[in-house]
């Protein structure tokens, strides 16, 4: 599993960094994009992200037990976990301001436009946070053979620590990159509206 996230990391990465690139080669046409977007859309509404959101609410960092590399992994995962969530409250703000509106289809045209900057600025931030979580996948494994040598005493709370990092991974990074996604494209919809 924490293969396909370390993959899906480096697809994201190079889908917002070929953002940056003042042309395109293949641009895509207005239709396309609101098609695109409606998938997004679909996707953000799915049973899947509403599961994600409802499953990061519960997650509660677990107390430290003491074995550093568990530790620390856990105080990474709580972060990249209150950074996705301010990027889910995010995202739907900046659609609703650059489509007119809200991913329900409630029109609100009295939005002002975000700049370019302020969405290149959200993905770049995103694609920061992916590969956060490509590299708390790889410390897993050290962490993991961490709490196998771990004091009997240590052990079960370096057990909790641990599967609530995996848990948060596992939840961080398919929301990371529908995000992400979902931020290129209203990037593409801005640059094609001609006025940004």
């Known amino acids: 599993m924490f293969k396909k996230i370390i993959f899906s990391t480096a697809i994201c990465l190079g889908l917002v960094f070929s953002m940056h690139q003042n042309s395109y080669a293949q641009e895509k046409t207005k239709a396309e994009l609101e098609a695109e977007r409606e998938v997004l859309k679909t996707e953000m509404k799915s049973k899947d992200a509403e599961k994600r959101k409802a499953k990061f609410e519960k997650l509660r960092e677990p107390k430290k037990s003491g074995v ?4 620390k992994l856990a105080a990474n995962s709580t972060k990249m976990l209150t ?52 590299d708390a996948a790889d410390a897993v494994k050290s962490a993991s053979s961490d709490v196998k040598s771990a004091s009997p005493m240590q052990a079960p709370k370096a057990t909790k620590e641990l599967n609530y990092s995996k848990d948060v991974l596992a939840l961080v990074g398919p929301e990371l990159q529908l995000n992400l996604k979902v931020v290129n494209n209203l990037i593409s919809t801005l640059k094609s509206s001609d006025n940004y």
Do not use: C
């Open 68 to 71: 550093e590399s568990v530790d």
């Open 83 to 134: 950074s996705t969530k301010e990027i889910n409250t995010i995202v739907p703000e900046m659609y609703k301001r650059t489509i007119g509106e809200t991913v329900d289809g409630v029109t609100d045209v009295t939005v002002k436009k975000p700049k370019l900057e302020e969405l290149v600025g959200l993905a770049a931030n995103i694609a920061t946070q992916i590969k956060a979580v490509s």
